[in-house]
Each structure stands twice: as C-alpha cells, then as structure tokens.
C-alpha cells in the first residue's frame, strides 16, 4: 500500500494505491499551518481506507510544501509525480494542466510518458489558485471532467502567456 501527498500552496491532497488502484483520497484546503493540513489530510484518507499510519509501506510528497511533509519518505518532483500518476490512471492522457495556488503549468508527453515540453507560469497574481482556467469553469458552470472532455476536443493549442489571473 503506498500513499502520495501534494503539499501545494493553499490545499493538501493525499492519495492512497493498492495494486494501481486508489483506495481512497482527501483534498484539504488551508490558510495557515501546512503540515497540520498535511497530517489531517493522511488521518482522513487513512480513515477512509480503514487504515493505520503502519499499513503504507511508502509515502512519496510532492508540491510546494513537499519537505514540510513529517510521514513522507521521499519527495519528487510535481512534473515526476503527475507523469506516474497520468500513466497510472490513463494511459492516453498526452497533455496535463495543473493549476496550484502559485503556479500553473502545462505539460505534453509522448505515449511512452517522456516529456515533450513543459511549461510553468509562477505569475498567478492573486496567489489563490483560482487561476484563469479555474475561473472560467466556475463561470460557466462547467465541471472539470466536462471541461477536460472539450479541451481534449480541441483542435488549437493553448495559448501562453504571461500572467495568470483571475477574470
């Protein structure tokens, strides 16, 4: 059993896989004390799994505040992390958009799961995570697996740019 916690700016997420499969998951956001995010955010999906700390063999972090992670093991790079985890879940995913509370990036890989081309825009102006992209979706009621299935659709290229705000 293994777990991974992406320690971001503004939410700690943690997921918990057995056999590729996931088990159970928790997304916590936070104002303040991230490594209390980070321990409430294990406690819940553990208890979710029905689960004590002892029952993971190895807990790799990831994101921002990936060394504030007290029960981690190891940490890893959030391009590394999302790769394994696209490549895990499916397999033709080509093109991941991972919008954080300081940052956003877009990242291509190849159907072996190289990475193509990345990039990360650190610009986000109000620092919330609620990105351009996030905004939008809110604004059209959309959700993001419906969003996901017309950006998958998409014939253009997004476009980049310098700043992320919200709108």
């Given amino acids: 059993m293994y777990a991974g916690c992406d320690l971001g700016a503004v939410t700690a997420r943690v997921v918990i896989i057995e056999d590729g499969a996931i088990v159970a998951s928790e997304t916590m956001p936070y104002k303040k004390l991230p490594v209390q995010a980070a321990e409430e955010a294990f406690e819940k999906a553990l208890s979710k799994a029905g689960l004590a700390q002892d029952g993971i063999d190895y807990c790799v972090a990831t994101g921002f505040g990936k060394k504030a992670v007290p029960y981690a093991d190891a940490t890893s790079a959030e391009v590394v992390c999302l790769n394994r985890a696209f490549r895990l879940l499916n397999t033709n995913v080509r093109t991941v958009i991972d919008t954080g509370g300081q940052s956003m990036r877009a990242i291509n890989f190849s159907d072996k799961g190289k990475v193509l081309d990345s990039t990360v825009n650190e610009k986000c102006a109000a620092g919330t995570g609620r990105s351009e992209v ?34």
């Fill in 134 to 167: 996030t905004t939008r979706m809110i604004s059209v009621r959309a959700p993001a697996h419906e969003t996901s299935h017309r950006l998958a659709a998409t014939r253009k290229s997004p476009r980049k740019s310098g700043r992320v705000s919200p709108t």
